[in-house]
Each structure stands twice: as structure tokens, then as C-alpha cells.
């Protein structure tokens, strides 16, 4: 059995949804927990058909609680695993993503948005970020990648596994059905002859018999007392507090000279960058911010892009959900903000350059 | 007078004892007879031990082997996941009807039907114990909970779920399925100890459901409890083999 998926580098065009499945063979997932759901179903096609050829499993489960929750199982056997979902079945991964995030169990998921609230499409938009940064019983100390093409959601699914495992936090890999539908070239790679690769490590069922030769491994959730419950939770924000320098991450463009500052994300980002360079090439004062890591959110990055802003726009496939995560980063800050909201829909460059002349010239309030 | 006191099981984790559960509760007898069964067969360092949230929680802290809290009706997808991962531990899923019946059926029910190689324990008290005794999948017909105060009425919610017999039903070879009680412990001791082998040997699913006693919310005294699991119950609930492998029957 081979064990190596790639070696080298190798130019390859395919749908997101393969790239997904070459990233965790790459990154050295060893199996995939899922459930059929649209628009995600291929990154599962894609991983039965590759798996077996280099020794990695696969369970369809009954639901995406148990999807979430064999996964759980799976990590704590000390295995790199992950799990793929969308919609209605992200709003079912909370609760065992809610049972990750108290026990720093290091989950992947990818999410491939598509339309909500409800069953609404399998197509696409950008309104799940409330519930992948912030779903679950508790305060969201999760990591949250927001991808925008293929070459990121090859990079970005190897670089979960990484930060997953080194932070023990659940972290999701954030796209969406374009992205997951859609062919691009990018280069796949071998991240073992790249970079450093956190290696995993078991929780449960470590050499020795318990209370003989070792400790044994009673992993908790749940506390009889407010103060328990508290002092977990507090070391555990303090970790996530400290990790926050290390995980975030942007991009940024002609924030120095820039009088409209636009802040997109994921597969929009796209579409607004492509607008904003053109317009600044034409000589007119715009940049834009796009935010990586959705959480922990790059709030000092944000802040220092907007310095010299005269207006802000957020643009998005959803009613405000990337809005209400700047607005609250940007606290303080003295700036109008104006909003392009398209939830459930796709946004063009055009679109996007149409609506920034108008705050450029002042035609639009 | 010499006071003669019963030998705690190897594998239990004496500095948890004496154990949380009410006085006169069943589920410290269940998980005797798994501690026992776990000593007899020498797996203290393979057994992975699940517990769901209902009084199963009270159990987190109780053996000295590797144990895991999950979420009400979850433990069984939980304990799925480990076992894929890691095929040589020895998983325990320990619920109660509530969290194996209710709200985590469907896992019970695909685990089963996928032949999972684990090991359910399924404690019956006929009902929601931890959360002040309302009705359960395994509340009798009449009988009064919180949320059944005149009694369970069948018209209106059904009768009591047979649990090994499902189990039995919608299994192939392989599978173990039984219902012992804390009323008969060697007999219950028997089966737990049956379904972990048929997990051990790799045959499939093994799954144990034990009547329990819950004097809590029964608001039964000694005696009463008694007469209430070993005549009540039963006649609902019979004891036995549902399902065992070839060559495995006594
Ligand atoms: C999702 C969810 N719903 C409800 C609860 C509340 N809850 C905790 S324990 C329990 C019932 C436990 O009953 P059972 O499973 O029969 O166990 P017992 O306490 O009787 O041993 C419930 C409903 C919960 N913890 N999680
Ligand atoms: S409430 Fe019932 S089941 Fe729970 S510990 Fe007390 S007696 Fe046992
Ligand atoms: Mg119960």
C-alpha cells in the first residue's frame, strides 16, 4: 500500500470538494466521518474512491450527530480525523462541536455554505459564519478559516489539522458551494516535506493500566459546581487568548491611501478584491481588508487597515453576519459603515465596483 | 462481631468510594458486575469507558480505566469512533433508557444494524432519573411519573420500548443481545461479561440492557423496590438471552 498521496508538487484542475479530499489525505487524516449533504457530497465520492489506496477509513453515519460525534471518538483514539458538512448539517455539528470545544478536542470540519435558514439551496452563500464561529451552548473558542479559492482550501484544510492539533481547538474550515462546485488549478503538494506537522496524539487508551502504571484519562464536561465549571472555562479562554496572536490571519490592499476601505471574505473577497484593484489602478483612494481567520477575528489588523479610512464597506452573501463581527471589532472606531447585503447570492466584481463608485462619488449615502 | 466487607473490584478506582449514586440504586450493582467482568477478563488497560449524561454521569470518576463524558444519548456514536480508530480497545457505552431509547435511538439502532464492535450497557429504571423522574421509553403502562402524574396512559403514549428484542431483531449473526438485572447478579454479571468477549473476539454488536432500581424516584422503600423490579418489571421486561452468537449459548 502506498502511503504517500503526493510527493512533490504536482499542477493539477479540479472542484474544491476533490482539493478538499487531497488536503486530509495529504495532511495525513486518517478517516473521514460524514453524512450526505449538499453541497459537500464529493469531498466523501472523492475520499472512498482515494482512502483505501493509502490505508485511511471512512464511516457514514447516521446523522451529523454522529458524524460529529465519531469523530470526536476518532480524535480521542489519537487519530488525525475530519468530517464535512453543510446547512442543516452544520446546525446538527454544533452540538458535538459544542462537546469539542469543552474538552479542546481537535476536530476538522469543512463547511460548505450553502443557502439558509432552513433547507433553502444546496447552491451556496455565506450564512453560516454566526453559526460555525459562534454555534453550541458556549463562547465560540473555536478556529475559523475562511477560504476564497482552491489553492487556499488545499492550504488552508492541511493548515487545520496543524492548528487543531497544536491548539486543541475544533476548527472548521469555512467555504461555501462555489467553492466546492467550481474547477481551478492550483499546485497540490507533500506538507511533510514543507512543514513542520503537528503529529497527533491519543487521549484514551495510552500504554499501562490505569491507576497501575498511569493516571487514568476521566475526561469531563460536565461540573457539579459554578466555580469548577468556571475555572476550566477560564484557562481555557486564557489559551485561546494567548493563541489569538498566532492564529489570526488576513489580507489587506492599499490600506494607506484608501478613503473606502471594503471588507469581504471567503469566495466575495474574490469579487471584491478584483474591484478594488481596478479602481485603484484608475487612481481612486480604495483598499480593502479581508479577514482569514473569521475566529478568532483580527481585530488589531482590522483596526490598523481602517486608520485613515472616510467609510467602510462589508460586503457578503448573507444579512450581516460578517457585518456584526466588524462592527464589534471596530469598536470605538469613528467610521460610517455602508453594506452590501446578498444573502444566499452571489456577488459580482462589477457589482461590487458599481456600488463603490457610488460611495466614492458620493452618490450614495 | 467480624465485619465482613465485599471486595471492591481491581479495576474500580477506590478514591471515588463510596460511589455517588442514591442509597439503595442499581447502578452501583451494574457497574460491580462490570468491574467484576473487567477483572476476570484482565482488560482494565484496553477498556474505554463512555458515559452518557443522565445518572451514568455519577459513574465518570468510578473505575480507574480510561473514561470519557459525552452528551445525553451520544455516548454510543462516541464509543463507535474510538473503536474504528483504535480496534484493540475495548469500548463501553453506559446509558440509561432515556439517553439509549429516546434521544440517542437512532445511534443505537444504525450501531446495531452496522454491527459495530462495541459494547452497550443500557441501565432501565423506567425512568429520567437525573432530571427528577419524568416518563421514559420504558415507563410501564399506569405507572405514575412527573410527567405521567395519573399514569402512564398507552392510548396516549405508547408502551414500553423492548430494547434487546429490537436489538435482536435487526441483527445478523454475530450480534449479542440481553437483558439481565440488578436482581440477579450473577446472571447479569454473566451477560456483561458475554458481551464484552463477543466484543474481544470481534463478532459485533453487544448490547445489555440491566433493570435497575431508582428508590429516588420510585419513592418505593426497601422492600417495595424490590417487589417492584423483580415482580413489576418482569412482567414486562423478561430476562434473558435475545440474541448469541453460534456456540456461544449456555
Ligand atoms: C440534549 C439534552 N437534552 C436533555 C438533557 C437533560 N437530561 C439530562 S439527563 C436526562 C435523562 C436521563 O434519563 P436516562 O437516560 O434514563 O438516565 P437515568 O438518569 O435514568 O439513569 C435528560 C433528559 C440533556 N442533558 N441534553
Ligand atoms: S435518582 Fe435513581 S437512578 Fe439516579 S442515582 Fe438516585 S436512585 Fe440511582
Ligand atoms: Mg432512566
Redesign the interface.
Known amino acids: 500500500m502506498n502511503d504517500k498521496p503526493i510527493t512533490g508538487e504536482k499542477k493539477v484542475f479540479m472542484t474544491g470538494n476533490e482539493v478538499v479530499a487531497w488536503a486530509a489525505l495529504a495532511a495525513g487524516a486518517?478517516?473521514m466521518?460524514g453524512y450526505p449533504i449538499t453541497p459537500q457530497n464529493e469531498i466523501m465520492h472523492y475520499w472512498t474512491r482515494l482512502a483505501p489506496k493509502y490505508g485511511r477509513?471512512f464511516?457514514q453515519?447516521?446523522?451529523e450527530?454522529?458524524a460529529g460525534?465519531?469523530?470526536?471518538?476518532?480524535?480521542?483514539?489519537?487519530?488525525k480525523?475530519f468530517t464535512a458538512t453543510a446547512g442543516p448539517g452544520n446546525v446538527l455539528m454544533q452540538?458535538?462541536m459544542s462537546?469539542a470545544e469543552a474538552m479542546r478536542i481537535p476536530t476538522v470540519a469543512v463547511i460548505q455554505q450553502r443557502g439558509g435558514p432552513s433547507t433553502a439551496t444546496v447552491i451556496y452563500s455565506q450564512q453560516e459564519v454566526n453559526l460555525t464561529c459562534f454555534g453550541g451552548n458556549g463562547e465560540g473558542l473555536r478556529v475559523v478559516y475562511s477560504t476564497s479559492s482552491h489553492q487556499e482550501l488545499f492550504d488552508y484544510t492541511i493548515k487545520a489539522f496543524n492548528t487543531a492539533w497544536k491548539y486543541r481547538f475544533p476548527t472548521f474550515v469555512l467555504a461555501d458551494g462555489y467553492q466546492a462546485k467550481m474547477r481551478e488549478s492550483l499546485v497540490i503538494y507533500d506538507p511533510f516535506e514543507k512543514m513542520e506537522m503537528v503529529e497527533p496524539e491519543?487521549?484514551?487508551?495510552?500504554?499501562?493500566?490505569?491507576?497501575?502504571d498511569r493516571k487514568?484519562?476521566?475526561?469531563?464536561?460536565?461540573y457539579s459546581v459554578e466555580e469548577e465549571l468556571y475555572e476550566a472555562l477560564s484557562k481555557d479562554i486564557a489559551d485561546y487568548e494567548k493563541a489569538v496572536p498566532e492564529l489570526v490571519e488576513h489580507e489587506s490592499f492599499n490600506t494607506e491611501e484608501s478613503e473606502l476601505l471594503v471588507i469581504a471574505h471567503g469566495v466575495v473577497y474574490r469579487s471584491a478584491a478584483m474591484a478594488v484593484k481596478e479602481l485603484a489602478e484608475e487612481g481612486r483612494k480604495v483598499g480593502y481588508f479581508r479577514p482569514i481567520t473569521l475566529r478568532p477575528f483580527p481585530q488589531e489588523q482590522l483596526k490598523e487597515a481602517a486608520r485613515k479610512a472616510k467609510q467602510i464597506l462589508v460586503v457578503e452573501s448573507a444579512y450581516g453576519q460578517l457585518y456584526r463581527l466588524v462592527r464589534e471589532n471596530l469598536y470605538g472606531a469613528d467610521i460610517p459603515l455602508k453594506t452590501m447585503f446578498m444573502p444566499g447570492v452571489g456577488i459580482t466584481p462589477e457589482e461590487v465596483r458599481e456600488k463603490c463608485v457610488a460611495l466614492l462619488d458620493g452618490k450614495e449615502a | 462481631m467480624v465485619e465482613i466487607l465485599p471486595k471492591m473490584p481491581k479495576s474500580w478506582n477506590p478514591e471515588s468510594k463510596p460511589h455517588k449514586f442514591c442509597p439503595g440504586c442499581g447502578h452501583g450493582l451494574v457497574l460491580k458486575a462490570l468491574g467484576q467482568a473487567i477483572d476476570e477478563l484482565g482488560i482494565q488497560d484496553r477498556v474505554v469507558f463512555g458515559c452518557d449524561i443522565g445518572c451514568s454521569l455519577l459513574s465518570w470518576d468510578f473505575f480507574n480505566v480510561d473514561t470519557v463524558q459525552t452528551h445525553h444519548g451520544r455516548t454510543t456514536p462516541v464509543m463507535v469512533g474510538i473503536k474504528r480508530a483504535n480496534p484493540n480497545l475495548v469500548v463501553v457505552a453506559y446509558m440509561g433508557d432515556g439517553g439509549g431509547y429516546a434521544i440517542g435511538s437512532q445511534h443505537l439502532v444504525n450501531a446495531a444494524t452496522r454491527n459495530e464492535k462495541i459494547t452497550c450497557i443500557l441501565v432501565n429504571n423506567t425512568n429520567y432519573a437525573m432530571t427528577g423522574g419524568q416518563m421514559a421509553p420504558t415507563t410501564m403502562p399506569g405507572q405514575k411519573t412527573e410527567t405521567t402524574p395519573y399514569g402512564r396512559d398507552v392510548e396516549e403514549t405508547g408502551y414500553p420500548m423492548l430494547g434487546p428484542e429490537m436489538v435482536a431483531a435487526i441483527t445478523r449473526e454475530g450480534a449479542y443481545a440481553a437483558r439481565g438485572s440488578v436482581a440477579k447478579f450473577a446472571q447479569l454479571k454473566k451477560y456483561i461479561k458475554k458481551a464484552l468477549e463477543n466484543q474481544m473476539a470481534g463478532r459485533g454488536f453487544s448490547f445489555v440492557e440491566a433493570l435497575s432500581t431508582c428508590p429516588t424516584n420510585w419513592r418505593t422503600n426497601a422492600a417495595q423496590t424490590w417487589q417492584f423490579i423483580e415482580e413489576t418489571m418482569t412482567k414486562y421486561f423478561p430476562l434473558g438471552e435475545f440474541k448469541v452468537p453460534e456456540g456461544k449459548e449456555d
Open positions: 486518517e478517516v466521518f477509513k464511516l453515519t447516521e446523522d450527530l454522529s460525534f465519531t469523530l470526536i471518538g476518532g480524535v480521542l483514539a489519537g487519530k480525523a452540538e458535538p462537546m491519543p487521549f484514551v487508551g495510552k500504554p499501562g493500566t490505569p491507576g497501575v487514568p484519562a476521566h475526561l469531563r464536561n460536565a
